[in-house]
């Protein structure tokens, strides 16, 4: 039995307490920044109170960023991407643990490495890529000199040039961020906690192995899969580098590029109540999320701990 002890207690507290307030301080003045005018906002030090203009100054923000077309690309953005990364790294955490084939560990410990390869190592090759899709299938045409095979049969030249764009598109925002390490190492190390007798059980039943994957570790892997979807959702919402570099429609923008473009330059208004405004807006969707999800995530946390 664990004794209590009150004092113990209370600076614990305290401590969560000193934490918290600190997170929350920023917060605190964004939302002070953002109900100011841009005379008090220009205020040195920055007023403590909050002002009248907060919902004037969030109206100008959603105005000025065009947060509508923004937040739904986001939106799609981060589902996306959070989708593509659960189910890519499900089935590739599947077949790791549960088929025996040639090289499996070589394969896990070379998507394991790839942790230490962030999208900024591979930012250029990743935007070749995705700027000509279809470029390894050009390269195979040039390989194979299909070119000289056609004009041999036909007896007519002709230059074979395959394009595949995907800049300013939905895919080209989503598919090069759909693979996931981190994500194939936890789904991994949970079906290695799963009873080798539910597989045994299903293999004299006939289930097939999609068939166990359905119908038994996908019911088993709820809450992990809830709570590492939140945590995808937030990463596909913050990214920034990504759709900086690849979108050059401003139709195509997420809401954090557009955010950007709310901060004040050297040559225009210091429109900085706009700015904390957008923020604040900015930050409210992956807010909900996880105030919405919090039980699932927590519960997530404590399942893939066991």
Known sequence: MVERAPVLDTICHAILIAGALLVCVPLYFAFVAGSLTIAE???????????????????????????????????????????????????????????????????????????????????????????????????????????DLWKWISGHDIAIALEWNMVNTYPGLILPLIASATATFLFRQFFLTVPDELCEAARLDGASPLRFFWSILLPLSVSNIIALAIILFLFGWNQYLWPLLFTTDKDMATAVIALKNLIPRSDNEPAWNIAMSGALLTMLPPTLVILLLQRWFLKGLIDSSK
């Open 41 to 147: 906002v220009q205020k040195v030090p920055l007023p403590w109170l909050p002002g009248d203009q907060f919902v004037v100054n969030l109206q100008a923000a959603w105005v000025k960023a065009e947060f509508g077309r923004t937040f739904l690309n986001s939106i799609v953005v981060a589902v996306g991407i959070a989708a593509g990364k659960i189910a890519v790294s499900l089935l590739s955490a599947f077949a790791i643990t549960y088929f025996r084939f040639r090289y499996r560990m070589l394969a896990f410990w070379l998507i394991f490495m790839s942790l230490m390869l962030p999208i900024e190592v591979r930012i250029v090759p990743t935007f070749e890529a995705v700027a000509n899709a279809a470029l390894p299938l050009q390269w195979l045409a040039e390989m194979l000199h299909l070119g």
